[in-house]
């Protein structure tokens, strides 16, 4: 494709709720990222997909929060029993390999709000 | 942990004006180090990498520096237009993910 996208764009829910967030990357890119950008702050890393499993989980900030990527491309986050502190833009990017010089290509992210 | 640090939170220029945002981060041992811009409700797009091994990077009106063994990096903005308005973020790779700075908020003013 011609860029990383996400679904949905926004997304509003109701504290408890379960929620899932799509993230495709660009064609052929092997390495996924996962961030989450609070008001005011920098974009935090939440985990990394090399392929389909997870390399780097450790920016997830409870059992909550899962993420999968079954096929190498399309991944999900799924946020279990939201709270009002879940609020945040959640990105999604993706590089070409989990190379060290490679340039991470970001999504418009998606805005969760938990009421 | 790393950290980055970004000087100033924000910034007001008039058009033509030359400027600099300032990086910093806390451990040297990076692979590279990116330069974002963000849009308000928009994703990053990213402006300059660079490599450990390098000491600048330029595209066009931007030009981005980097002192690995001090922990600083500059992007200095040439005759700012205000469609350079957008939040500026620093970021660095040590491995497997990006630490972002909280990003300078500058503005042109026509």
């Known amino acids: 494709g011609a860029g990383v996208s996400q679904t949905p764009s926004n997304k509003v829910t109701e504290k408890g709720k379960y929620v899932e967030l799509r993230c495709d990357p660009i064609s052929g890119h092997t390495a996924l990222y996962w961030y989450r950008q609070s008001l005011g702050q920098g974009p935090e890393f939440l985990i990394y997909?090399?392929?389909?499993?997870?390399?780097?989980d450790s920016g997830l900030p409870n059992d909550r929060f899962f993420a999968v990527r079954p096929e190498g491309s399309v991944s999900t986050l799924k946020i279990q029993r939201t709270e009002r502190g879940d609020s945040a833009v959640y990105l999604c990017a993706s590089s070409p390999s989990p190379g060290q010089g490679d340039t991470q290509y970001f999504g418009p992210g998606t805005r969760l709000t938990v009421l | 942990k790393q950290e980055v640090t970004q000087i100033p939170a924000a910034l007001s220029v008039p058009e033509g004006e030359n400027l600099v945002l300032n990086c910093s981060f806390t451990?040297?041992?990076?692979?590279?180090l990116q330069w974002f811009r963000q849009d308000p409700g928009k994703g990053l797009t990213s402006l300059l990498l660079i490599q450990s091994s390098q000491r600048e990077q330029t595209s066009g009106r931007l030009n981005a520096s980097l002192d690995k063994s001090s922990g600083r990096s500059t992007l200095y903005i040439a005759a700012s237009q205000p469609g350079d308005s957008a939040t500026y973020l620093c970021a660095v790779f040590p491995g497997n993910q990006f630490y972002f700075g909280t990003g300078t908020s500058l503005t042109v003013i026509p």
């Open positions: 451990d040297s041992a990076i692979y590279n």
């Open positions: 997909f090399q392929g389909t499993g997870a390399a780097d």
